[in-house]
């Protein structure tokens, strides 16, 4: 008990460790993984009281008290949802015994400690965590200029100088083929699973 009481008292049971694949299904955050609808993990960061669960879909947070403390708080952050912005990794000093990888997903930011003798591991999650944030915005704006287009090809048929009745008919026409196209752009642009993005940057 004093052991780990010291071990809070000095920060060291909030150094992480990077988790080895062939342990993903050791560790509690695999219990919450949708395994059932094709849910696959990438990467895990296990301290003495979190759990940093990396997934295909989104990251899993087991938030622990305190390191003598079994409670836990889960939290689940999809990646087409929250965000990923703020990627930043943070080296270790001569006499650091952590290396620290912060970023921000959604309106939640992280910052976790990891041991450094694990810095090559960190630095693929960093690379991993900051395409996929570079990916999200990027389509993102795509469809924001898909949006735009239609709005002026709707505005532009709205002055065209016809009869009302082929007016209305056409600009029905035109509504109907806009939620159809746009419908199908957002289903191409809001990508849902990245795991093609982590199998790029993640070789632990």
């Known amino acids: 008990m004093f052991k780990k009481l010291a071990a809070d008292a000095l920060g060291l049971s909030d150094i992480g460790k990077v988790i080895s694949p062939a342990d993903f299904d050791k560790v509690d955050s695999d219990d919450y993984v949708m395994h059932e609808d094709g849910e696959k993990v990438f ?10 669960c990396f997934t295909n879909l989104a990251l899993i947070h087991l938030d622990g008290d305190s390191a003598i403390s079994s409670k836990r708080m889960l939290k689940r952050y999809t990646y087409h949802s929250h965000a990923i912005s703020d990627v930043y990794l943070e080296t270790a000093g001569t006499i650091d015994l952590d290396v620290e990888i912060k970023f921000t997903i959604g309106s939640v930011a992280f910052s976790i400690d990891v041991d450094k003798k694990q810095i090559e591991q960190i630095k693929d999650l960093y690379k991993a965590l900051n395409k996929i944030a570079e990916t999200v915005e990027h389509n993102d704006h795509l469809y924001d200029y898909a949006k735009q287009s239609v709005m002026i090809a709707k505005e532009a048929t709205g002055r065209i100088s016809t009869e009302a009745t082929a007016v209305s008919s056409e600009f029905d026409a035109i509504n109907a083929s806009v939620y159809n196209w746009l419908k199908t752009k957002h289903t191409e642009l809001k990508i849902k699973d990245f795991g093609f993005i982590f199998e790029r940057y993640i070789n632990n």
């Open 43 to 52: 990467f895990i960061i296990k301290s003495k009281k979190d759990e940093y």
